[in-house]
């Protein structure tokens, strides 16, 4: 089984054409870092994710987890990652029920405890029979998201995690990702929310035009100190 203690991007590139959404981006994380990715709309940030997930190849550099390339870890180190996208991979006409098991049993998973458990801390215990496609935005949300936590991943990888929550959800997902990275996961997320990043966050990635310009801790003058580093990139 992979272990997943580090991960590990060495001079890492991205092209689509000749765009470049990452140029020579060098960032490790470990084990109960919990680093959020911030930085203006087009920076490269969710293109890091994809390529953090092996869903985007490097156009050069590498993508090391614990020392070893994902094309030597094979399906076991994809069994160790959990994602949530832009597209949050539900089915609208199942209900939250049903697509939970169906990812549960996709990961071998005992569909009643994990689905059940996912309900409850997405708070959708009481709708869990609906249609999904008939909820708010923050509920599908909330639903992703413990649809991307089901097999307990190693590495969390979220995109926006936030987007559409109001703010008693924003907290309990804050109180949940903390809990992930405490308990030993490596979580990475992209966020355009500076409050979000400031409480949430051990580390603070700064991207700009898909260069990693700062790596910083989170906390305190997040603001101040990220507005100092983009006014100069």
Excluded: C, W
Excluded at 139 to 144: I, V
């Amino acid at each position: 089984m992979v272990q997943l203690d580090q991960v590990q991007l060495v001079d890492v590139s991205r092209h689509f054409g000749r765009r470049r959404a990452v140029s020579h981006v060098t960032l490790t994380a470990s084990r109960g870092d919990l680093v959020a990715l911030v930085g203006p709309n087009g920076a490269g940030k969710s293109t890091l994710l994809g390529m953090l997930a092996t869903l985007v190849t490097p156009t050069s550099g590498t993508i090391r987890y614990d020392g070893r390339e994902a094309r030597s870890l094979g399906a076991g180190l994809r069994a160790q990652i959990g994602l949530l996208a832009h597209d949050l991979h539900l089915y609208a006409e199942l209900s939250a029920r049903q697509n939970l098991t169906l990812f549960a049993r996709l990961y071998g998973l005992d569909a009643g405890t994990s689905v059940e458990n996912a309900l409850q801390a997405a708070g959708l215990s009481e709708r869990a029979d609906e249609d999904v496609g008939r909820y708010s935005r923050g509920m599908r949300q909330r639903l992703a998201i413990e649809r991307a936590l089901l097999h307990r991943p190693k590495l969390v990888l979220l995109d926006e995690p936030f987007t559409g929550l109001d703010d008693q959800a924003a907290r309990l997902v804050t109180e949940r990702l903390k809990a992930l990275a405490a308990d030993g996961a490596i979580v990475l997320l992209a966020t355009h929310d500076l409050e979000v990043a400031a409480d949430l966050a051990t580390r603070v990635a700064v991207v700009v035009g898909g260069r990693l310009i700062a790596d910083e801790s989170g906390g305190h003058d997040l603001r101040r100190r990220y507005r100092a580093v983009v006014g100069n990139a």
